[in-house]
């Protein structure tokens, strides 16, 4: 029984990658998937001490809206100082997924004042992906 899940898994998977790999460079992937792959890439390769405003709180609050507002602002914002880096790549397809499904960013970050902490980029991440995969599970 085990094995024959196994198989029919392999088999969706099959079927499912090649639209998932297909290369799309121009335009943004708003794949949450996707995305998680790209932190993992750009966490893995990145090695400076760049300390960016604290998100915990959204976590805690469930990784709602306006956390992945916020961390698309922050990313954007850090990739500015550091152009051609992935983390402009992850923001760009934050900025997406956002606006896919109708969030206002500027909205929802307007007013919201920093917290005063802060974080490491790649505790950043490590919070990204934490809210993604928290997303994923809720499938929305
Ligand atoms: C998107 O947001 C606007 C403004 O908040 C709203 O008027 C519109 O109905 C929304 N569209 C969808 C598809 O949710
Ligand atoms: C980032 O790298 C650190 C150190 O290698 C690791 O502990 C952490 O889990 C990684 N986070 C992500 C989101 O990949």
């Known amino acids: ?20 790999a297909s290369p799309t460079p121009h ?4 794949n949450l998937n996707h995305i998680l792959e790209e932190v993992e890439k750009f966490n893995a390769s990145f090695n ?13 609050s469930g ?8 961390v698309q602002d922050i ?3 850090h990739a500015q100082i550091n ?18 499904r109708n969030v206002s960013c500027t909205e929802l970050l307007h007013g919201m004042t920093p917290t005063g902490t802060e974080i490491s980029i790649p505790k950043l991440l490590d919070h990204l992906k934490h809210c993604i995969q928290q997303t994923n ?3 929305k």
């Open 83 to 100: 152009k051609g880096n992935d983390d402009e790549t992850i923001a760009r397809n934050l900025k997406a997924f956002n606006v896919h």
């Open 1 to 20: 029984m085990k094995m024959m899940m196994l198989l029919l898994v392999s088999a969706v998977a099959l079927l499912v990658s090649p639209a998932v």
């Open 48 to 60: 400076k001490q760049v300390f960016v405003e604290d998100v915990q709180h959204l976590v805690d």
């Open 137 to 139: 599970f809720r499938g």
């Open 75 to 77: 990313l954007h914002k």
């Open 63 to 70: 990784c709602g809206d306006k956390f992945f507002c916020k």
């Open 27 to 30: 335009k943004a992937n708003i």
